[in-house]
């Protein structure tokens, strides 16, 4: 965790602002060379409001320079952030800070060896947020820590067609992602100098990803709830969520919850599963997408509350079903009628056999799995009070803007 994310980060219980820090541990690295003053709000390098007071008539003076590369230099390993707002505190542990209530009992250690260092004024309600959360926290957490298969320039061209960007265009901006997994999106913001991005994930998967852009000191990692944000309202340039939302216990509630982030002027970009069945479709398409939501929704009940283990060694079927299926779509309408019982059970059709297994174990295993019509996606983009709503491309993709 860099100083850098105090001016970002605020309670997920009470938002309030800024946290208390007490390091515990840190690390030096290399200086990197910073442009301008990051921070908005608070230097938490030097312990400081940014401020600027002056006289009415008066213009302002220049603002000293501020140590920023020195700033992004140091890497706070150990720490607790102490909420003075509601008494919330919450552990930096392995560079990343923790904000779920359940985290002493992922890592026990920390809160044993640092016991003194808590001030303990509030109880976290653990077991409501396990209620909700831990199934689909222990699904990809099994996930991305198991499954290593990633494609940079494939991850690439997914994140500029889904958030409207172009290579070359980040310098400057701010990002947020929303269900950030293992970093592989995050991986995008090594190939764009100037820009910066945060990316919070519920599952131990941010482990990984902190570790994969270690080097990149304007990449930041926390682990957190999606529907309890800990940050900064209205502070993002641009934030993004790539096939997560659908995944947490209300896709509504989610995309309100991030779109709180986004400041005025600032864009949001989602991408989120779609319903199996809509209006343009007919025929056999139709008579088909129907069936086949039947047919994989039934089998979700069971593949959801399988081991995980289990399911990963069941869904090895889906390599040679997906590459039979991949062309069985490729194949003249006779043929698609012919075999399409064969179509009915979703699996992935991706050309490497590893990511159809990856794929096919992110479809039947997550506890939440909500779909979406591009209608009901753009309004909720209208609710919210955003302006130049897009739904063109891949559904359902929807971007749009705060106005200024």
């Not at 260092?117 to 699904?139: G, M, N, P």
């Not at 039934?298 to 079903?321: D, E």
């Not at 062309?327 to 159809?356: D, G, N, Q, T, Y």
Request: aromatic share 12%; charged share 20%; hydrophobic share 35%.
């Amino acid at each position: 965790m860099k100083h850098r994310l105090r001016d970002l980060l605020a309670c997920p219980e009470c938002a309030a602002f800024p946290l208390e820090l007490t390091v515990l541990a840190t690390e030096s690295g290399p200086r990197p060379e910073v442009s301008g003053t990051r921070c908005a709000q608070y230097c938490s390098y030097q312990s400081e409001p940014l401020v600027c007071v002056s006289a009415p008539t008066a213009p302002a003076p220049a603002a000293p320079p501020r140590p920023c590369s020195e700033c992004y230099g140091v890497e706070i390993t150990e720490a607790i952030l102490h909420c003075t707002g509601c008494g919330g505190e919450y552990p930096v542990i392995g560079g990343i800070p923790r904000f779920n209530p359940d985290a002493s009992s992922e890592h026990p250690e920390f809160f044993h060896r640092h016991a003194a260092a808590f001030r303990r004024k509030r109880e976290a309600d653990v077991a409501a947020f396990q209620s909700l959360h831990q199934e689909t926290k222990k699904s990809f957490g099994f996930q991305w820590l198991r499954y290593r298969v990633t494609d940079h320039q494939e991850n690439r061209d997914h994140f500029f067609r889904r958030t409207a960007t172009k290579p070359g265009s980040l310098s400057g901006q701010l990002f947020f992602e929303a269900g950030c997994g293992m970093g592989r999106y995050l991986k995008v913001f090594t190939d764009e100098p100037g820009a910066e991005v945060v990316g919070l994930d519920l599952s131990l998967a941010v482990n990984r990803a902190y570790s994969e852009n270690r080097a990149n000191p304007f990449i930041h990692v926390v682990q957190g709830n999606i529907m309890q944000l800990p940050l900064r309202r209205e502070t993002f340039d641009h934030v993004y969520s790539i096939g997560v939302l659908h995944h947490t216990p209300s896709t509504r509630q989610a995309f309100h919850c991030i779109a709180k982030l986004v400041k005025p002027g600032g864009r949001i970009s989602i991408w989120v599963y779609h319903v199996w069945y809509f209006p343009a479709l007919t025929g056999f398409k139709a008579t088909h997408a129907k069936l086949k939501g039947i047919v994989t929704d039934t089998l979700r009940i069971f593949t959801t509350r399988m081991p995980h283990r289990l399911l990963h060694y069941l869904c090895y079927g889906a390599i040679p079903l997906g590459w039979a299926q991949a062309r069985i779509w490729k194949s003249p309408m006779p043929v698609k009628i012919l075999f399409s019982p064969l179509l009915l059970v979703h699996c992935a059709i991706h050309e490497k056999p590893e990511v159809r297994l990856l794929d096919t174990f992110d479809w039947y295993s997550p506890r939440y799995q909500w779909k979406h019509s591009v209608p009901e996606v753009e309004g909720w983009f209208r609710e919210e009070g955003l302006v130049d709503i897009d739904t063109s491309g891949f559904e359902v993709s929807a971007r749009g803007r705060r106005p200024a």
